[in-house]
């Protein structure tokens, strides 16, 4: 999807700019509630997408986050096949000091008079505990603890989707999709990172990791048979596949430039520090690029499966569709000599305008 910058554009410019369909502004006086709730499109299904609490320095700069955020869910949703429109939401404060059950519950009626257009679930700054609490004013919600029926973590389900995207992309490259032999290096071995890294010592790939926390790393190569590289020194290493699993950006012209892998596959967000012009630079030296948000869909599919009456078998099993979607978009790539990032977009507006039809002839 192609980056909108933020400009100082009047309210209606910049929704129409980004083509959303409704923007809710939520406030209440009493709890001191301040919170956006963007709905980009709904052909698929209800909008669903995470409520992040951050201090935003400007009302604006929080509007610009949730449109672009919600956008993003769009794609995510549509790539993967599940019938979930993008939304999201923002609630302007600081997580660790201005929450309260009650600035919660509250924001849980605004949900709840969306009458299920928009469906919300934990993102940065908010927990399991913030959706129980939201559960109580309304069923619009996932991500609840496990013990309230909810799905429970769900980095195990991201890290089957990145697992099934790096075999993808192995297959288009290599032409098998075995991991034996493979080197794949992991950078950040978080909750995603760790799950990661058992899915490919199974397959016996041979391992890098590498992560700020020097306790974390050796913690996960000791008990996977990985080996610990230095964070700083990553690209300087030989590897088939890079799969960033921290941060976001760390694709850029200056990485792109020392990097001598074949692949990258990971599970961080927005990994392209810029998307148009990383994914043509990519494209330029032959580096075979994993979409990000179609390879990290396990997290919403989780959300997904929660909705529908969680079952972690069934679960996996969509998760794995990750690898049929992955090499449908190289295919794209190749046949249109586009970046695949790009062509990840393209299959995903071509599903949204697909479904639109249909619904408009009933
Ligand atoms: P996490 O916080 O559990 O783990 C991140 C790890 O990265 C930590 O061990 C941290 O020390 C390390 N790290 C931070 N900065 C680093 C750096 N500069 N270099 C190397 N390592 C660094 O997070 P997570 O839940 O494992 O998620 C990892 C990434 O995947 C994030 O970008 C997240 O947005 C994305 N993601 C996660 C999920 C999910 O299900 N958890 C779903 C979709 C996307």
């Not at 990750?322 to 586009?338: F, G, H």
């Amino acid at each position: 999807m192609s980056s909108i910058r933020f400009e100082e554009s009047s309210v209606f410019n910049q929704l129409a700019s980004f083509e959303h369909q409704q923007v809710v502004f939520c406030h209440d006086e009493d709890t001191g509630l301040k919170a956006i709730i963007a709905i980009h499109n709904t052909v698929l299904g209800p909008a669903l997408g995470g409520t992040r609490m951050w201090s935003y320095e400007t009302e604006a700069e929080a509007l610009y986050d949730v449109l672009r955020l919600s956008k993003a869910m769009t794609y995510k949703a549509a790539i993967t096949g599940l019938n979930l429109g993008g939304g999201k939401a923002v609630i302007i404060g600081d997580s660790r000091n201005d929450k309260t059950e009650v600035l919660m519950r509250r924001f849980g009626r605004f949900i709840e008079n969306l009458n299920g257009s928009f469906i919300t679930t934990q993102d940065v700054g908010t927990s399991p505990k913030d959706m129980e609490f939201i559960r109580m004013e309304t069923k619009y919600v996932t991500g609840v603890p496990e013990v309230l029926g909810g799905a429970g973590d769900l980095s195990p389900v991201t890290a089957k989707g990145v697992y099934m995207g790096i075999k993808a992309s192995v297959k288009e490259l290599f032409g098998t999709d075995s991991l034996a032999g493979r080197s794949v290096a992991v950078q950040g071995t978080g909750h995603v990172g760790e799950h990661l890294v058992n899915l490919l010592r199974i397959e016996n790939a041979k391992v890098y990791v590498s992560d700020i926390s020097q306790e974390r790393m050796i913690k996960v190569a000791k008990k996977y048979g990985a080996e610990v590289v230095n964070n700083n020194s990553l690209f300087d290493i030989d590897f088939d596949v890079y799969a960033p699993c921290a941060l976001g950006a760390t694709v850029n012209p200056e990485t792109i430039n020392k990097m001598k892998c074949a692949i990258i596959a990971g599970s961080a967000n927005n990994q392209l520090a810029d998307e148009k012009r990383d994914g043509q630079l990519l494209l330029d030296k032959g580096i075979l690029f994993a979409p990000d948000y179609l390879i990290n869909a396990g997290g919403l599919i989780n959300c997904y499966s929660e909705l529908e009456g969680y079952s972690k078998k069934r679960t996996m099993q969509m998760a794995e569709k990750i690898y049929d979607a992955t090499l449908q978009v190289l295919k794209k790539s190749k046949q249109e000599s586009i970046p695949t990032n790009i062509a990840a977009d393209k299959i995903a507006e071509k599903r949204i305008q697909d479904i639109k039809k249909i619904k408009s002839s009933f």
